[in-house]
T-cell receptor, first 111, second 114 residues
Framework: KQEVTQIPAALSVPEGENLVLNCSFT??????LQWFRQDPGKGLTSLLL?????REQTSGRLNASLDKSSGRSTLYIAASQPGDSATYLC??????????FGKGTMLLVSP | NAGVTQTPKFQVLKTGQSMTLQCAQD?????MYWYRQDPGMGLRLIYY???????DKGEVPNGYNVSRLNKREFSLRLESAAPSQTSVYFC?????????????FGPGTRLTVT
C-alpha cells in the first residue's frame, strides 16, 4: 500500500526566505506526483504536476522536483510572501487515476 | 466555468439520518472522485468513477454509496449517518486516464453528525 509522508508538519519563516517542503513515498511505481495548496476552510488548488518521466516542474516562484527511484519530491518556494501561508499537500498517483495524499505541511510566512 | 461545485456547503445531521451530497463539474471530465478529510488523517478516497457508468471503491467506502448520474454529476449518499462520518467531504474531477492530467477539487461540504 502506498504511503506518503510530508516533513515538516509545520513551518514558520519570515517573509523573503527561500524554503523547501519535503514529500516521500514508499512505492516508486507512480504515474505522477501533484502538489496542492489548501487555504483554511477551502478546497485544494493544484500547484504543480510532475509526471513520472520528468525530473522537475516550475511555476513562477515554485519549483517541484521528483526523484522517483528514491521516492522523494521537494517543493521549493523562492522569496516567500505572507500570501504563501497555507497548507501544502503532496499526492501521488500510483493506482488507476487515484491519488494517495500526505498529511500536509502547514506553512506560516510572517511579515 | 464554475469548475467543480458541491452542495450543500454545511450540514448537521443526527445519528441515523440519511443525506446525499451533490457534486457537479462543467469541464467535461470523465473521472470523478469523493474524498473525506479528517484532522491528522489527510485526504482519503471514498469512491471514484473512472468514467460515466462505472464506480469503484476507494480506501474508506464503508457507510457510503455513490451514483454517477451522468457525465457531469457524481453524488455521495450516507444511508444512516454515524458520528464517525463527521468530516469535510471533497469532490474532485479529472479529464481521465493519463499521467499528465491534474485533479480539480470542489470547495467541500462540512458535515457534522451528532
Amino acid at each position: 500500500k502506498q504511503e506518503v509522508t510530508q516533513i515538516p508538519a509545520a513551518l514558520s519563516v519570515p517573509e523573503g526566505e527561500n524554503l523547501v517542503l519535503n514529500c516521500s513515498f514508499t512505492d516508486s511505481a507512480i504515474y505522477n506526483l501533484q502538489w496542492f495548496r489548501q487555504d483554511p476552510g477551502k478546497g485544494l488548488t493544484s500547484l504543480l504536476l510532475i509526471q513520472s518521466s520528468q525530473r522537475e516542474q516550475t511555476s513562477g516562484r515554485l519549483n517541484a522536483s521528483l526523484d522517483k527511484s528514491s521516492g522523494r519530491s521537494t517543493l521549493y518556494i523562492a522569496a516567500s510572501q505572507p500570501g504563501d501561508s497555507a497548507t501544502y499537500l503532496c499526492a501521488v498517483m500510483s493506482g488507476y487515476s487515484t491519488l494517495t495524499f500526505g498529511k500536509g505541511t502547514m506553512l506560516l510566512v510572517s511579515p | 466555468n464554475a469548475g467543480v461545485t458541491q452542495t450543500p456547503k454545511f450540514q448537521v445531521l443526527k445519528t441515523g439520518q440519511s443525506m446525499t451530497l451533490q457534486c457537479a463539474q462543467d469541464m467535461n471530465h470523465n473521472s470523478m472522485y469523493w474524498y473525506r478529510q479528517d484532522p491528522g488523517m489527510g485526504l482519503r478516497l471514498i469512491y471514484y468513477s473512472a468514467s460515466e457508468g462505472t464506480t469503484d471503491k476507494g480506501e474508506v467506502p464503508n457507510g457510503y454509496n455513490v451514483s454517477r448520474l451522468n457525465k457531469r454529476e457524481f453524488s455521495l449518499r450516507l444511508e444512516s449517518a454515524a458520528p464517525s462520518q463527521t468530516s469535510v467531504y471533497f469532490c474532485a474531477s479529472r479529464v481521465g486516464a493519463g499521467s499528465s492530467y491534474e485533479q480539480y477539487f470542489g470547495p467541500g461540504t462540512r458535515l457534522t453528525v451528532t
